[in-house]
């Protein structure tokens, strides 16, 4: 079980990489670059919601980027939220 910190663009490499990676029992958390993932009917919020992780969008984030409504699956939280994740998963993994 892994927590993965997925702050790349859904356009870069270490995207791609993080969803090869990350299975059922994960979760994943969109930040930064990361939350354009969240928007409905895109081929990436396709690719991550195939991978089985929990997914959750840190919300301030989401607000500066303009993702209002994320796709359904997708969580949000605030950073009270990211630290009760850290605080569940031992292992984790940031992505950039």
Known sequence: MILHTLNASPASAAFHDCIQV??????????????????????????????????YLLSPDARLAGVINPAAGINCIEMDGFVTLT????RQMAWY
Request: proline content about 0%.
């Open 22 to 55: 990350a299975t059922a029992g994960d979760a994943v958390i969109l930040l930064g670059d990361g939350v354009y993932a969240a928007i409905k009917g895109t081929t990436a919020c396709t690719e991550l919601t195939a991978t089985g992780a929990e997914l």
């Open 87 to 90: 605080e569940r998963f031992s």
